[in-house]
Nanobody
Framework: QVQLVESGGGLVQAGGSLRLSCAAS???????MGWFRQAPGKEREFVAA????????VYADSVKGRFTISRDNAQNTLYLQMNSLKPEDTAVYYC??????????????????WGQGTQVTVSS
C-alpha cells in the first residue's frame, strides 16, 4: 500500500492560484493517480486524473481550462496547479492512487490509497 500526504492548501482570493502537492511513500507504483475534493455537506467529487506515464489526463468539466494535473515519478509526487480559482472551488482536496486498477477512473472506487486531505478556501 502507498501512503499519500497532501500539502499546499490555504486561503486565496478569487482569481488567484495555488499548487497542491501529494508526496507518496511506501509502495510508490500506481497505474494512475487522481485528485478529488469534498465540500461540507456534499459528496466527494472527481477533479482530475493522470496515467503513470502522464500520456493521458482527465478533468472534470468544472475545472477544465483552469486546473492542470501532473506527476513526477522520480520524486514520487503528484501535483495539481489551480488557476483562476473561484469560491465554489472551496473544499478539502484529496489525492488518490490506483495500485491494482489499470484503467483511469473518475470514481472513488477506482482508487485504493488515499491521503488525508488539504483545505483550500477561496474568498471573494
Amino acid at each position: 500500500q502507498v501512503q499519500l500526504v497532501e500539502s499546499g492548501g490555504g486561503l486565496v482570493q478569487a482569481g488567484g492560484s495555488l499548487r497542491l502537492s501529494c508526496a507518496a511513500s511506501g509502495r510508490t507504483f500506481s497505474y494512475g493517480m487522481g485528485w478529488f475534493r469534498q465540500a461540507p455537506g456534499k459528496e466527494r467529487e472527481f477533479v482530475a486524473a493522470i496515467s503513470w506515464g502522464a500520456s493521458t489526463t482527465v478533468y472534470a468539466d468544472s475545472v477544465k481550462g483552469r486546473f492542470t494535473i501532473s506527476r513526477d515519478n522520480a520524486q514520487n509526487t503528484l501535483y495539481l496547479q489551480m488557476n483562476s480559482l473561484k469560491p465554489e472551488d472551496t473544499a478539502v482536496y484529496y489525492c488518490a492512487a490506483a495500485t491494482t486498477n489499470r484503467a483511469l477512473s473518475d470514481e472513488s472506487r477506482g482508487y485504493d490509497s488515499w491521503g488525508q486531505g488539504t483545505q483550500v478556501t477561496v474568498s471573494s
